[in-house]
């Protein structure tokens, strides 16, 4: 069965400075992707970034970018220049490849930024 | 273009008692995705219905099941709650369910809480 782990349960970063969240994930499968998810107070999951396994490139929006290392099943999101809004609770979530939907994610990261 | 919208978005039951939650997706998607969210567990799949189909389902028991209509709008209900059952339920949508990229990034509503006293 697959699995993703967050080992960091909480995080800080001071503002503008640059963070990197991490996340493993266990999947015998080769075709795959991964997404970040940010969860605020307000409760409402947003998608961060997305990959597809196929990709040796990693993805980038903005401010955040990712780490992907297929070998080593390992997805991690940097965010660069960070603000006050970035702080929320962050999940890393695997996708199997074919008809589906289902989500498989990890147990968060809670990420506060210091002004 | 209007989100994924919820209903309601706050709740409380007594064990034993039986619920009803609704999502709206977004106009076009024909997936809806549950998911069950506690602070114990964490974000864990309930079911996923693609034009009127359940095509996925997570190790739930029986007292869940849910339904999806012909304009995409699903439901999802559960019986006879208990204590544990206490959860932010999240409805997720997507325009397609297959592996055609970018058409199967989910977005989410705000969720339903759930409290069962």
């Known amino acids: 069965a697959q699995t993703v782990t967050q080992s960091q349960p909480e995080m800080s970063v001071q503002e503008a400075e640059t963070v990197t969240l991490s996340c493993t994930y266990d999947t015998s499968e080769s075709d795959y992707y991964l997404f970040w998810y940010k969860q605020p107070p307000s409760r409402q999951m947003i998608l961060v970034i997305r990959q597809e396994a196929y990709k040796q490139q990693n993805a980038t929006e903005n401010r955040f970018s990712v780490n992907f290392q297929k070998a080593a099943k390992s997805f991690s999101l940097k965010i660069s220049d960070s603000q006050l809004g970035d702080a929320a609770m962050y999940f890393c979530a695997y996708r199997p490849d074919g008809a589906t939907n289902k989500l498989i994610f990890g147990t968060g990261t809670l990420l506060a930024v210091q002004p | 273009k209007a989100g994924v919208t919820q209903t309601p978005r706050y709740l409380i039951k007594t064990r034993g008692q039986q619920v009803t939650l609704s999502c709206s997706p977004i106009?076009?998607?024909?997936?809806v995705s549950w998911y069950q969210q506690t602070p114990g567990q964490g974000l864990q799949f309930l079911f996923e219905?693609?034009?009127?189909?359940?095509?996925n389902k997570g190790n739930f028991p029986g007292r869940f099941s849910g339904r999806q209509f012909s304009n995409s709008r699903s439901e999802m209900n559960v019986s006879t709650l208990e204590l544990g059952d206490s959860a932010l339920y999240l409805c997720a949508s997507s325009a397609s369910s297959g592996s055609v990229a970018g058409a199967n990034v989910l977005t989410f509503g705000a969720g339903s809480r759930l409290t069962v006293l």
């Open positions: 106009s076009g998607h024909r997936s």
């Open positions: 219905y693609f034009s009127e189909t359940q095509r």
